[in-house]
């Protein structure tokens, strides 16, 4: 592992579930934010897959197969974050020790018209390039 890899902060992206707004986060934080913070998703309780609008529409809107690149985690599952995004769960959304934490506060589209799906997905990617901004250059 380089030196770089070793001081990027680690971001957790979290929600209940974890197959729909934390997997989007985590998929985008890799593909545009890859170089400055490594991105990981968690949940407190596991669906048995990724939902599958949110992969195809990842698929068809950035040409990322969330099937291929990532599963449903636990959040013991991942590693200790600096940085700890919730999704926005309303109801009980869990807390890990960090240094950072924000919620974006995001509707889950599960169930919704792909309209709803591509609004979310959007909203993501501006979070996570916002997120890229405030991070750049930052170590923990």
Same mark, same amino acid.
Not at 65 to 85: F, H
């Given at each position: 592992?380089?030196?770089?890899?070793?001081?990027?902060?680690?971001?957790? =992206?979290?929600?209940?579930?974890?197959?729909?707004? +934390?997997?989007?986060?985590?998929?985008?934080?890799?593909?545009?934010?890859?170089? $400055? =913070?490594?991105?990981?998703?968690?949940?407190?309780?596991?669906?048995?897959?990724?939902?599958?609008?949110?992969?195809?529409?990842?698929?068809?809107?950035?040409?990322?197969?969330?099937?291929?690149?990532?599963?449903?985690?636990?959040?013991?599952?991942?590693?200790?974050?600096? *940085? $700890?995004?919730?999704?926005?769960?309303? *109801? +009980?959304?869990?807390?890990?020790?960090?240094?950072?934490?924000?919620?974006?506060?995001?509707?889950?589209? +599960?169930?919704?018209?792909?309209? $709803? =799906?591509?609004?979310?997905?959007?909203?993501?990617?501006?979070?996570?390039?916002?997120?890229? +901004?405030?991070?750049?250059?930052?170590? =923990?």
């Amino acid at each position: 592992m380089s030196e770089n890899t070793m001081n990027k902060p680690k971001v957790a =992206f979290i929600c209940v579930h974890n197959s729909c707004r +934390s997997q989007i986060a985590e998929a985008l934080g890799k593909h545009l934010a890859g170089d $400055v =913070f490594e991105s990981y998703s968690a949940g407190t309780e596991l669906k048995d897959h990724i939902n599958p609008d949110a992969v195809r529409l990842m698929k068809k809107i950035y040409g990322i197969d969330m099937e291929l690149t990532q599963k449903n985690k636990l959040i013991a599952e991942i590693p200790n974050p600096d *940085v $700890v995004v919730t999704m926005g769960c309303n *109801v +009980s959304c869990p807390t890990m020790p960090c240094k950072m934490r924000e919620d974006w506060g995001l509707d889950d589209p +599960s169930g919704k018209e792909d309209e $709803v =799906f591509e609004k979310t997905i959007q909203i993501i990617e501006e979070k996570i390039l916002e997120l890229k +901004s405030r991070l750049t250059g930052i170590t =923990f």
